[in-house]
């Protein structure tokens, strides 16, 4: 563990982002006693079929904080719309006011070729924001960062124009559980409308131990998708232990903030060779 607690911000598009995308990572941060503060850009608002407006906008900033509680992260829902987020300059100046005042020394986002247009744009945000963080002339009501932290894209399947390039493989096996403790907290998203966009909503069971034991089945299946594309990483990384390792999160370092030296590398991902 390092000396110091590290910080760790994630920037995801809607209120289960972080969850489903890192939340093994998020959750080996915290139990080594790191900070984790985890933001939504949009409320969250056309997550559902049923619900709209502020009574779903409120649940869901209350599935956050109890999916965030899991692990002891922080979390944040801001009010940019759901579903129609545009890489703008006011969201530009959000990001970079957020990254300046937490400091971290990790940021986690969205890759720019991702299926959803919130997420792009947050990520597009994210990648424009990590130069200026440090030029004082930009944001001037909140103090520049001498230096710009490494931001890294969180896993996804997209194969155009390129895969997510593995720069970071993280065995996240151990974490599985709690990630699903997480995301069964989103219960408007996992339990609802995630089944009903997908035409699912019959296999749903519906008392709370089936139910978790679906979305356990499900994630599974989803996370097993992740560790098949990277296999032969993982068994370049971690050698015979590979053979153990059931589930990863692969990340990808931006090339626009700060490289991943050896000797952040050691210290960010102590638990990842
Ligand atoms: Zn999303």
């Known amino acids: 563990m390092a000396d ?10 809607h209120p289960d982002d972080a969850e489903f995308h890192c939340g093994g990572l998020a959750a080996i941060y915290r139990s080594l006693g790191h900070a984790v503060k ?24 209350q599935e956050a904080a109890a ?13 940019f719309p759901d579903g129609r987020l545009q890489p703008t300059l006011e969201l530009r100046y959000r990001i970079i006011r957020e990254i300046r005042s937490f400091a971290p ?17 947050v ?11 440090t030029v ?35 065995d996240v096996t151990r974490q599985f559980d709690t990630v699903v403790e997480m995301l069964a907290c989103h219960r408007s998203q996992v339990f609802e409308w ?7 909503t019959a296999d749903v069971p519906l008392g709370d131990a089936g139910r978790k034991h679906w979305l356990r089945d499900k994630l599974a299946a989803r996370f097993q998708q992740v560790a098949e ?30 490289p991943l030296t050896p000797e952040l590398r050691k210290k960010l991902f102590p638990f990842a060779p």
Not at 4 to 13: F, N, S, T, Y
Not at 73 to 78: I, L, P, T
Not at 123 to 133: I, K, T
Request: aromatic share 8%.
């Open 38 to 61: 985890i933001v939504s850009v949009t409320n969250g608002e056309c997550g559902h079929h049923e619900q709209v407006g502020p009574p779903l906008t409120q649940r869901r900033r």
């Open 229 to 258: 594309r990277y296999r032969q990483h993982a068994i370049a990384y971690y050698g015979e232990a590979a053979s153990r390792i059931q589930f990863v999160e692969p990340y990808e370092v931006s090339e626009y903030a700060s």
């Open 105 to 121: 020394d990790l940021v986690l986002t969205h890759r720019n070729n991702d299926y959803h247009p919130d997420h792009r744009a």
């Open 194 to 200: 995630l089944p009903f966009n997908r035409n699912e």
């Open 123 to 133: 990520g597009d945000c994210v990648r424009d924001a990590s130069y200026m963080v």
């Open 136 to 170: 004082p002339a930009l944001v001037q009501d909140v103090p520049i960062l001498r230096r710009d932290p490494v931001v890294a894209f969180m896993p996804d399947l997209f194969t155009k124009p390129y895969p997510l390039q593995a720069d970071v493989l993280v």
């Open 67 to 79: 999916a965030a509680r899991v692990i002891g992260a922080e979390a944040e829902v801001w009010d």
């Open 4 to 13: 110091q607690p590290l910080r760790l911000l994630i920037l995801g598009a």
